[in-house]
């Protein structure tokens, strides 16, 4: 499709037919917490479909059940090997970077104040970690993988919550469009690819051209099975980072709700982070890797002695990038960040409860194989 502004402003007003469909036939027929706790266990791409479940979502989980066929599985292994030398990096600029972007968004800031998660945010962040640590196992798409039931999974989640907030009265879709719509998601997916790849270049990680297409074709061959329109979506980096500049950077705005759930990631962040001297880090780091007009317009804190420092560290960073294939402690530093968000998000309590990362075995067999000690 062209990426006009009118064929994208038509993307407002659509969702996922499929599963829109599904949820529709499980809350006429009452069954939606019957589902969930069948779904709870569903977590393997090798699990047969359980039985005891309504045949809408039977249908919908075997319908949805393999990558599309035009889907280069040998390109999706390259970036596993990319994902190896540098997920702890790209899990740094996903939660400093991506996620603040995200709320820089205020329809997608405003869906999630409407469904209560506001004041939960170290859930948002350990599911898209989890999401994307899943998406870049060794085979996702495959046998031995824990990535197809995850997006499954994620997709009923979306129309569960178009469901809710079209049912809601508090949203006008004649006037605002279809809740969690197709160029949401497409907005999403630009966010937790392109802008990654270019936050981590941002703070002095070097990421290769090659690297960059083999990440983004990943996420390429997931949004066609999270329901996103083939045609809507770019077919390169390049193509992907100009929509990007146009669309996602365009739609950034203020809004209460943008502010608010920022505060509480920022939050999150901080108690992440021992001792009350270095709490200045987090929003430091956020300025970094985000733009200074979303960072102001979502009152992220100006602290000019971290930011000093942080830049600093972000030269640093740069030359130790050159040496990290030969100097171990200069891998070291550069992982450090990236350990403790996949560790510390592990640890993190919300009221009492545990928020836990489960890290594919390859990935840690490999992180282990490096003297990589990532997650408990």
């Known amino acids: 499709m062209n990426h006009d502004a009118t064929s994208l402003d038509g993307l407002r007003f659509e969702g996922d037919p499929l599963a829109d469909a599904v949820i529709a036939d499980l809350v006429s027929t009452g069954q939606i917490a019957a589902v969930n706790r069948v779904l709870a266990q569903f977590r393997h791409n090798d699990q047969p479909v ?6 809408s979502v039977r249908d919908y989980l075997v319908t949805t059940d ?5 889907a280069d599985l040998d390109r999706v292994a390259r970036a596993y090997e990319f994902f190896v030398d540098d997920g702890v990096h790209v899990a740094s600029v996903l939660s400093f970077g991506a996620m603040v972007n995200c709320y820089a968004q205020p329809r997608p800031s405003r869906v999630l104040t409407l469904t209560h998660r506001l004041n939960q945010p170290h859930r948002r962040l350990s599911e898209t970690s989890q999401f994307v640590l899943n998406m870049m196992g060794r085979n996702p798409f495959g046998s031995g993988g824990a990535f197809v039931p995850t997006i499954q999974k994620t997709r009923l989640i979306h129309a569960a919550v ?9 949203w006008d879709t004649a006037a605002e469009g279809v809740p969690i719509c197709q160029l949401d998601l497409l907005g999403a997916m630009l966010i937790f690819s392109v802008q990654v790849v270019q936050g981590m270049r941002r703070i002095g990680v070097s990421v290769t051209e090659e690297e960059a297409e ?15 329109r083939t045609e809507a979506v770019p077919k390169t980096y390049a193509e992907a980072a100009a929509l990007s500049a146009t669309l996602v950077e365009a739609s950034y705005g203020p809004s209460p709700e943008g502010v608010v759930l920022t505060r509480s990631l920022l939050d999150l962040y901080e108690k992440l982070v021992p001792g009350k001297a270095f709490d200045g880090v987090v929003p430091a780091m956020v300025r970094q890797v985000v733009n200074p007009e979303v960072a102001d317009w979502l009152g992220v804190p100006h602290s000019r002695g971290w930011t000093r420092l942080v830049g600093a560290g972000t030269r640093l960073m740069r030359l130790l990038e050159r040496s990290e294939d030969n100097s171990r402690v ?11 968000l996949l560790t510390g998000s592990a640890r993190t309590l919300s009221s009492g409860q545990p928020t836990s990362l489960c890290i594919p075995e390859d990935l840690r067999q490999r992180w282990s194989a490096e003297g990589r000690k990532i997650g408990p």
């Open 162 to 170: 178009r469901h809710l907030i079209t049912e809601s009265g508090e």
């Open 214 to 228: 083999d990440y983004y074709y990943v996420w390429q061959v997931t949004s066609a099975l999270l329901g996103i």
């Open 66 to 70: 393999d990558p599309p066929e035009w």
């Open 50 to 55: 359980p039985q005891d479940l309504p045949a």
């Open 330 to 340: 200069a891998r070291a530093v550069l992982d450090k960040a990236g350990q403790l």
